[in-house]
Nanobody, 118 residues
Framework: QVQLVESGGGVVQAGGSLRLSCVASDSYSVYHLGWFRQAPGKEREFVAAKSVSGGSTYYADSVKGRFTISRNRVGNTVYLQMNSLKPEDTAVYYC????????????WGQGTQVTVSA
């Protein structure tokens, strides 16, 4: 089981920026690292993902052009740079790992709160 630890959440005004980090205990058994979020009263939704090899990147339409996912050279840390934040970006953000080539994201971090004030 891959352990994931997120950090970097907080409170920011609309239009501001935050950077989230996620460290994976083991990158050798991971294919993709991704970010999901869950707002109060809503289902968890996909935000962005990146292959550990660095070759593939995916974004939800709602964050394209504002959020950037990146990784460190080793591949065990993934970042989510969030710019031009909106109040609707307020949610708990979770890091997740896909450990099989075509499987679901099956390992999850504890989540970090992001609050964007109007």
């Amino acid at each position: 089981q891959v352990q994931l630890v997120e950090s970097g959440g907080g409170v920011v005004q609309a239009g501001g920026s935050l950077r989230l980090s996620c460290v994976a205990s083991d990158s050798y058994s991971v294919y993709h690292l991704g970010w999901f979020r869950q707002a109060p009263g809503k289902e968890r939704e996909f935000v962005a993902a990146k292959s550990v090899s660095g070759g593939s990147t995916y974004y939800a339409d709602s964050v394209k052009g504002r959020f950037t996912i990146s990784r460190n050279r080793v591949g065990n840390t993934v970042y989510l740079q969030m710019n031009s934040l909106k109040p609707e970006d307020t949610a708990v953000y979770y890091c997740a790992a896909q450990v099989t080539p075509k499987g679901d994201f099956s390992s999850w971090g504890q989540g970090t709160q992001v609050t964007v004030s109007a």
